[in-house]
């Protein structure tokens, strides 16, 4: 059996391609760079043509004509990046801000090209911009023609040049489609999808170009068109249906006690591949239902990859009642990894219909999610779009590191490395029964939890469970003794952070807790037990940090409880 986490992962990432070094100028005409007026933008661009899929082209806007002289020296120098990576000569068309900017308002377009080409909301727009049109879309690729970005390494573009020339590849053989398939196998998330028939080829083309425009699958991902009805009989497939190999992380999680891939049954086409029928929905429907149907069941978040998320993103605002099942792998606990990618895959396996299903490797999407934070337990049920009211929050983040507001969860395993599917399976079951309450913790419990004004009773009835608990809560004030205190606290909650009988919180002013009284002067720190409630005593005049922070220690440390 494979003990490797990282090999049972692994994605086989293409080989990076060496930066284009472009051939020497005097190697090459360049006929095809052409400056073009607004009429010929209109025709060339702007104006769609019904039933006509126009090849590929090159856009380059100029800011002023300050950048003329630029534009054509990028122009030429495109023309030998095209060339070296063996591309057809596609025309290059060079046009100033100014003109594209009054050809559009005197038209009024506000669709298709006129959309992408209108110019950017900042205060000053690029010096160069790149657009490239394609035959699968009327919107224009875009592309920053910086020299920091754009020119420095124009590898992005000739990379998307390159899956757009080849987008759609028509097999001869059958066994051309069963080698794909098997090299797929080690790519996770870039399927191979397969359009068969010739009914509503171009809405076919056009999906293609959308997933992987909008980062929705890997661009080495693979789409085949099939017609032959001898090929289609040798592959068991049926006529006009899309097919897709999933080899998505679940994919990789059912082998994990096994060795190798499944590839023994590639033979049997319908064994490996799932099946849409694009037939049974409308064109309106189409686009949404495949799209859908083609992404990976289980989002595999790396850092924070923009199209990872995008994925994570869509599906949740798709379904936006479910819940999402999360595991994080910290990078620093491999040696139980396995036991928890078996545990999630049979998590997947019984809930897989009632769920999302999120795998995060390692700790950098805390930020985002907090609830994926060092800290926490790594298994959880969450729905980030079901956020705590402002009136009633009960756990507030700091503005400047969070997106979201407090989010419904649910830690559905214990801090540690002994994890057991059983007793995450039935703390599932209560989420599911409505005998779980939600938390809204955006820090692990023993930092300081940042409290909306409103909040206190509840954080205190949820952390005062046990007699032997205590509550330190900070009042912060608006001078410079405020930030003095913050620190302390802070430093006192990361000392004793290993004593799980002390919380710590944080309110900001004003406060309309109903608990609290109104105090003559802040900041303020209160110790809560079960016993009540004191106000700890500190001289901000007579002590510095290291005299103030072991004054307040011993206090909190030395009162007495009722345990």
């Keep these: 059996a494979l003990t490797n986490i990282s090999y049972i992962l692994a994605t086989k990432e293409a080989e990076e391609e060496p930066k284009p070094v472009a051939p020497k100028e005097k190697t090459l005409p360049f006929e095809q760079v052409q400056t073009i007026n607004r009429e010929q933008l209109l025709r060339e661009y702007l104006v769609k043509t019904p039933g006509v899929a126009r090849p590929i082209s090159i856009l380059l806007v100029f800011r002023n004509e300050t950048f003329r002289q630029e534009a054509l020296q990028l122009a030429k120098a495109l023309v030998l990046y095209i060339k070296d990576a063996q591309l057809p000569a596609y025309p290059i068309h060079v046009i100033s801000r100014k003109d594209v900017d009054e050809i559009i308002h005197t038209t009024q377009l506000v669709k298709g090209s006129a959309r992408s080409l209108v110019e950017p909301q900042k205060d000053r727009p690029p010096a160069l911009e790149v657009f490239v049109r394609t ?25 998307s040049l390159k899956k757009y020339e080849k987008l759609i590849e028509e097999p001869e053989t059958a066994d051309e489609v069963k080698a794909a398939i098997k090299r797929a196998g080690f790519d996770i998330d870039a399927p191979v999808i397969i359009r068969t028939g010739s009914a509503n080829e171009r809405n076919f083309r056009k999906l293609a170009f959308r997933l992987i425009e909008g980062r929705l699958v890997s661009i080495r991902s693979q789409f085949f068109l099939i017609r032959k009805p001898q090929l289609l009989d040798e592959l068991n497939l049926k006529e006009n249906h899309l097919y897709v190999l999933r080899n998505d992380v679940l994919s990789k999680l059912e082998t994990l006690d096994s060795e190798g891939l499944p590839l023994s049954s590639v033979e049997e086409m319908d064994s490996v591949l799932w099946v849409f029928n694009p ?10 239902r495949a799209t859908n149907f083609l992404l990976p069941r289980v989002i595999r978040v790396s850092g924070t990859k923009q199209s990872h998320l995008g994925v994570f993103f869509r599906k949740l605002s798709r379904e936006h009642q ?16 396995l036991n928890r990618l078996r545990i999630f895959r049979d998590l997947i396996k019984k809930y897989g219909n009632q769920f999302h299903f999120l795998l995060v490797e390692g700790d950098q999407l805390g930020d985002l999610l907090p609830h994926c934070a060092p800290g926490f337990p790594v298994f959880a049920l969450f729905n980030m779009l079901r956020e705590h009211s402002k009136e009633n929050a009960a756990y507030e983040l700091p503005k400047d590191i969070s997106l979201f507001k407090p989010y419904e969860k649910y830690f559905i395993s214990k801090r540690g490395l002994d994890e057991i599917y059983e007793e995450i399976e039935a703390l599932v079951t209560h989420v599911l029964k409505g005998t779980q309450d939600p938390t809204f913790l955006q820090v692990p419990a023993e930092q300081v939890q940042n409290l909306g004004g409103g ?7 949820t952390q005062l469970d046990r007699p032997e608990k205590k ?30 009988n002390i919380a710590f919180a944080r309110m900001a002013l004003p406060n309309d807790s109903r608990v609290l009284p109104l105090f003559s002067s802040y900041p303020v720190v209160i110790l809560f037990t079960r016993n009540g409630a004191q106000v700890l005593s500190y001289d901000f005049n007579t002590h510095d940090d290291e005299g103030l922070y072991e004054d307040i220690r011993k206090q909190v440390l030395h009162t007495q409880t009722n345990s």
Excluded at 472 to 498: C, F, H, M, P, W
């Design 455 to 461: 909040a206190l009773e509840e954080y205190l009835l």
């Design 279 to 288: 037939l049974s929905v409308n064109k309106e429907q189409y686009y949404s």
């Design 471 to 500: 509550v330190v809560l900070e009042i912060a004030g608006t001078d410079q003794s405020s930030g003095r205190l913050r620190y302390i606290i802070d430093r006192l909650s990361d000392n004793l952070k290993r004593n799980n």
């Design 135 to 159: 035959p699968f879309s009327s919107q224009l690729l875009s592309f920053d023609g910086s020299k920091t970005a754009f020119q420095a390494n124009p590898k992005r573009l000739l990379k």
């Design 322 to 337: 479910k819940l999402v099942l999360s595991l994080r792998l910290p990078a620093d606990e491999k040696h139980v990894q």
